[in-house]
């Protein structure tokens, strides 16, 4: 990949990630207050740059603070799948044998049941659990967060497994445990901090699949609740809102080029990572 893509993605989204932690300070319109009189305003529109929507939402604040939810689902949902799947691919490929079968098939067994399944059911525990889990703080955005990172944990969990077993057959890490060095201790100075090139290209190959996956939830209708805001959610609205007779296409295209702008540039970035071109 040429230094000026890699430099323009990173640009792009340190440039996002600015605005988006800024945007409530930014003197920008409430992206929750609607006015009657403004709706379906075409982008360049006198004190709505980009536009509003049925409701007479401003649609770039709207943007704005839907990045938010998305950088941060993305970035925390990719936080919980590092968190499970590190460590246990760690520890498979590190004892081998008979628990790195059983872990591995365990694994295959968790990812033989198809997505759309996978999110329903933790979908329904959640709103099973709700109430118990607000008396502990935790709402129901954190616990989308810890649901969508679940079901990436999978691909790291392999990763790390086979890292693992090629790091177990240098000769650092036979000589520590031919010296009888706890399978813990391994794990802790050997396996773990020389997983760290895999884990960051991981971590930057795994973020655009956890925001793709909130922003389809979110399209279902199946995200973050109001009044919270994504761009998923957005593109949802402007598809609904479009109709023959008002072409109001910006409620659509801006959240959705938001979105493939962002996934663009984080594989690029990605790509940039682990040396491909």
Known sequence: ??????????????????????????????????????????PGSEGHLLGTDAQGRDLLARLLFGARISLLVGAVGTLVAMLIGLPYGAVAG????????????????????????MVLFLLSILREYRVEMEVIGFGRLQLFLVA????????????????SLRISRLPFVTAARLQG??????????????????LRVMWLLTIP?????EA?????????????????????????????????????????????????ALQQVGRGEDGST
């Open 148 to 163: 969508i990172g679940f079901l990436f944990w999978l691909p790291t969990a392999r990763v790390a497994r086979a890292e």
């Open 1 to 42: 990949m040429s230094l000026w893509a890699k430099r323009l993605a990173w640009g792009f989204l340190a440039a996002l990630t600015i605005a988006a932690v800024v945007a409530p300070w930014l003197p920008i319109v409430d992206y929750r207050a609607m006015d009657a009189d403004a709706r379906l305003l075409p």
């Open 94 to 117: 590190l004892r081998g044998g008979r628990i790195d079968r059983f872990l591995m098939r365990l694994a295959d067994a968790l990812e033989s049941v198809p997505m759309v399944v």
């Open 181 to 198: 060095m706890s399978t813990r201790a391994q794990l802790r100075r050997h396996i773990l901090p020389n997983l760290w090139p895999t």
């Open 209 to 213: 699949r956890v925001i793709l996956m």
């Open 216 to 264: 389809f939830l979110s399209f279902l209708g199946l995200g973050v609740e109001a009044p919270a805001v994504s761009w998923g959610g957005l593109a949802s609205d402007g598809l609904a809102a479009m109709n023959p007779l008002v072409a109001s296409w910006w409620l659509l295209a801006l959240p959705s080029a938001a979105l493939v702008l962002t996934l663009l």
